[in-house]
Structure formats: C-alpha cells, structure tokens
C-alpha cells in the first residue's frame, strides 16, 4: 500500500498530458496514460486514490466553476459534491473516459444547472411554471458552456468599479455586508444597495440572452 | 477546409478571444467522441495557467478525509505515514484532535442546512404554490414549511422535509430519481410520480393519495414500515398507530388549496384545531358541549374571518374575535 503512494509521488506534481498539441487527431485519441498511476492507486486504495484526483484536479475544477457561479464557495461545493460521490458512488468503476473528463464534464454540468437555478429561482411562479422542465436538458453545443461563463464575466466588467468591488467581496469572498462595510469604509446600507444593484444588472444581462434557453432547457439545434 | 483545432486555438477560445466562425468549428469537432480527451486536457492546462483564485486544495483533501472517516465511522482513517505527523498526533494531543474535528464537523454541520437547503415557508393565513427545480409543483398550506436541498436536487436527490401540510404534484424524472417527502414524525413517503397530500403537524401526520403511486416507510422495528399506497388511499399516524382506510374522494383533502375547507361530521373541537394550524387562532369553546357539535359540507373562506363567519352560521353558535383569540359560544336568544 505504502508502495502504490510512494510510486505515485514521484510523478504526481502539476502533470499534464504531454500530447503533441500539433497532432490532435492522434492527442484525441489517445487513452490518457497521465492518469494510470491514479487508476492503480483507485483500484487498490479508493480513498488514496481520490486524493490524488484531488491534487491534480480540484483547483482547475474550482477555478474554472467559479466562473460560472461566481461564489468561491459555491464552486468548491459544487466540485467537493462531485469527489465525494465519485468515491462513495465508486464511479471510478465505471466511467471509461479518464477521470479528467468526467470531473470535468460533471463539474460544467453541475455549474450549469446551478446557475439556471440561481437565474429563475427569484421569479414568479407564472414564468417559471412550465412543463418542459427537466433537470438533464443540457447545452447540447460545448461552446456554449463557454459563452455562458464568458457572459458571466462581461455582465461583472459592465458594473461600476465601486459596485464590482463591494460584489466580488460579497459574491466571491463570501464577505458579510459588515465586514465589506469596514473593510471599505462605508455604511452597511451602502453594501446592500451597491449589491442588490449589482446583482439585479447581471441578472438582467445574462436572462437577456439566456433566459428561454436557460429556463427551457431548449438549446435550438445547430 | 477545416483548419486542425489545436491547444492555442483552445486557449484562445477557452479565454474568450475566438471569432464565431471558430467557434462553430470548434463545436463540429468537438461533437466527435475521440476528441473530448484533447479537449478537457487543454482545458485543465488553460485553467492552471489563468486561475481565478487560488483554492486551498489541502484543506480541501482534510474536509475529504474527514468526510471519509465520518462515513466508516469505525474504520481508522489510513493518514499518509509522514513521521513528523506521527509524532505531533501523540495520545495527548489525539483527544484535542479528536475534539476540534468533532468541533469543526458539528460547526459545519450547523451551517450546513444553511448553506443546502431552501426553505418555503407560508405564513398562518397563506397558501402559495412553488415549482420546483425538478419540475414538480408543491402548494402549501397556512403555516407550513418545506425544506428542499439547494444544490443537485434533481439532479442525485430529491429529498424534502415538510412540516405542516402540502399538496404535491410530483414530475417523473429521465432517470427515475426518487422524490422523498420525510416528516418530523420519522415517516418518508417515497414517490414514484403523483399528486397526493401530506399532513404532518405537532399531533398527526395523515396522508391521501390522488394519482399514481407512493411507499410510506417507518423506520425499521415500527410495524408496517413499508407500505404502497394506491390511489384514495388515506393513511393517517398518531405515534405508533397507523391507520389505512380508503376514501372515496381523495380531491377533497387538496381542498384548502382553493380556499375551500371540507368538513364531513367534524366536531368543532378538531375545526378549532385547524384555526390554531392555519391562522395561529388561540380558540376558546366557553361551554363543553358545543365542542362535540359537528359541521358538515364546503365553505370557502380567503381569510380566518370568512371562515369563523361560515361556522358560526352553519353551527348557530357565536364566534367572537379578539386579536389572536377566538370565543365560540352558544348563542344567547
């Protein structure tokens, strides 16, 4: 046992597949073999062998959810839910992608519905109420995860600088309204207008665009 | 035609810097199996090399560990042999340890149900309609709370915590997900797609099935701990005790949604119930014998007042209102 995490620490560290970036065909193809000593921990060491997944991939996971749901806490939530299962579930099992695929994919996932969420939960009953609901609609083009993050950030760059500060304290950081309030010096009713004001334009942005895909689950086909 | 997708097109595109036309191109390649590896491969890349922030990752691994152990509770964790961890984790040390895990676990415990669950709440008097993530669409009744997980639910769960009275319509999910409804009275009734009515308030908890299908379960060692209910079926628990019987209108025990309240032969002590649960009335019947009187049909009222007026004309009796306090008494001639 000692062995298996002894044998992996020599190649764990910051490893990415080194494919040939010029060859995708062949890069795509491949049978991810970075993974392998993951693999081997997993099947002999389950819990071992989620940590490693976790040194390698949770703060990609965090960061790039984070840009989706915009809440640190949120984010490492969401991905934290993802390794947990991965090993009470015994995904590892069954998955044939590498593990990186499926952390990943599940990771867009997750964000994705938890922002449809947050965008429709503060609407009125009559909006929401539709029967084509289903939690498994998802975005049927990859792109398309990427539009949605990217609006994400250009709905934050369209607040006023004061207003995106005191947000990303809050949203971000987590901050209480009072600790943003000492920290900037200012009233704690200033903070919650700046916020409600701040979250209330970027829900506007984003529903604009997003709103009846969002809220459907209807992505129109390409 | 088609240009290669390489890893700095990715990361043009991963950072927002490709035009439309790459990413259409994008999108075409990407539909094809064999290249979903690349393609999350020069995403963790991109991502490590623009992070958003920087995650605490050990801490991350420790909350893991102890999510492990807290599962298997019985089975030593196997914490990697580090010999200067070792001997820091001497005996004494071990219940300080042990007591500031049990500390950080109850305090996360405790935020937990902040941080995870929404809760729907109506006040006395109220009745709103939600829909929920999953689709399925609850009403509740005056004085009732629901408590529905924030994150995944639909998604690997679909538990919910009732207290007081609900109607639910319940969606059926693409992957037969399960909804539970559990009650404060150690009762879960499992759904399997269906509109039925849950009641769990301080002294009972009753159920009535609509459509479809659903299992109540007990825990072990209470007798009947599973049970299927068909549609009007009633079941109804007080304590130990639990009850089944049909009935032959089940849409009746929805009534209130509409406002509408239906008494078959209640006696007045059980509607002065119903004040107290729906509106918060505190009510007072001044002479013993009027508490056995019962009322029969369907009244609606929109608010406490139209409801006292309905009884009292329809049991001759006098209802007098003061602030939260009802009097019910036998009408002087």
Same mark, same amino acid.
């Given at each position: 046992m000692g062995q298996a995490s002894t044998s992996f620490q020599q190649s764990?560290?910051?490893?990415?597949?080194?494919?040939?970036?010029?060859d995708p065909q062949a890069a795509g193809a491949m !049978?991810?073999?970075?993974?392998f000593f993951i693999r081997k921990t997993l099947e002999q060491e389950p819990e071992r062998g989620v940590e490693l997944l976790y040194s390698r991939y949770f703060q990609p996971l965090c960061t790039h959810t984070v840009r989706f749901v915009g809440s640190r806490e949120v984010a490492e939530d969401l991905v934290s839910e993802i390794f947990y299962q991965f090993y009470t579930e015994q995904i590892f099992q069954k998955i044939t992608s590498s593990y990186r695929a499926y952390l990943f994919k599940t990771a867009r996932n997750r964000a994705y519905n938890y922002l449809r969420w947050e965008l429709s939960?503060?609407? !009125?009953l009559e909006e929401t109420d539709?029967?084509?609901?289903?939690?498994?609609?998802? !975005?049927?083009?990859?792109t398309q995860y990427e539009e949605l993050y990217q609006d994400v950030e250009k709905a934050l760059n369209t607040l006023p600088i004061q207003r995106r500060k005191i947000y990303l304290l809050h949203q971000f950081e987590g901050k209480r309204f009072k600790e943003i309030a000492g920290e900037l010096q200012i009233s704690v009713r200033t903070v919650e207008v700046q916020i409600y004001r701040a979250s209330k334009a970027i829900r506007q942005l984003l529903k604009e665009k997003w709103l009846i895909s969002i809220l459907f689950g209807l992505f129109l086909p390409k | 035609m088609n240009f290669p997708i390489t890893k700095e097109l990715l990361s043009d595109y991963f950072g927002g810097h490709a035009s439309a036309l790459q990413k259409r191109q994008i999108d075409e390649w990407a539909t094809?199996?064999?290249?979903e590896e690349f393609f999350y491969a020069c995403l963790v890349e991109w991502e490590l090399q623009h992070p958003q922030y920087a995650v605490d990752v050990p801490a991350a691994i420790e909350q893991y560990r102890r999510f492990v152990a807290n599962r298997s509770q019985n089975e030593p964790v196997i914490l990697p042999a580090e010999p200067a961890i070792a001997r820091f984790w001497s005996p004494g040390l071990r219940w300080y340890g042990a007591a500031s895990v049990v500390l950080l676990l109850l305090v996360g415990w405790l935020l937990r149900s902040e941080i995870r669950y929404q809760t729907y709440a109506t006040r006395p008097g109220e009745i709103r309609s939600w829909v929920l993530d999953d689709g399925s669409r609850v009403t509740l009744n005056a004085n009732s709370s629901l408590r529905v997980p924030r994150i995944g639910f639909g998604n690997y769960s679909r538990e919910v915590r009732l207290t007081g009275e609900a109607e639910f319509s319940v969606t059926h999910t693409r992957n037969d997900q399960q909804f539970v409804v559990k009650t404060d009275q150690s009762l879960d009734v499992v759904v399997l797609g269906t509109e039925f009515t849950v009641y769990s308030r301080a002294q009972r908890t009753q159920i009535v099935l609509n459509r479809g299908k659903i299992r109540i379960q007990r825990p072990t060692?209470?007798?009947?701990?599973q049970l299927t209910l068909l549609p009007g079926d009633q079941i109804t628990v007080d304590g130990d005790q639990l009850q089944r019987r049909h009935v032959t209108d089940p849409e009746q025990y929805a009534a209130w949604k509409d406002h509408r309240f239906v008494f078959d032969a209640t006696p007045l002590s059980q509607i002065a119930k119903l004040l107290k649960e729906n509106y918060g009335l505190t009510v007072e019947i001044a002479e013993p014998e009027i508490a056995q009187w019962t009322v029969s049909g369907s009244f609606t009222a929109t608010n406490a007042n139209e409801l006292l007026q309905s009884l009292s004309k329809a049991l001759d009796v006098q209802a007098v209102r003061r602030g939260n306090k009802v009097t019910f008494s036998a009408r002087t001639e």
């Open positions: 764990d560290g910051p490893v990415l597949p080194h494919s040939d970036p010029d !049978p991810s073999d970075d993974e939960r503060k609407m !009125p539709h029967p084509n609901w289903q939690e498994s609609q998802l !975005p049927d083009a990859i | 094809k199996p064999e290249n060692g209470k007798p009947a701990n």
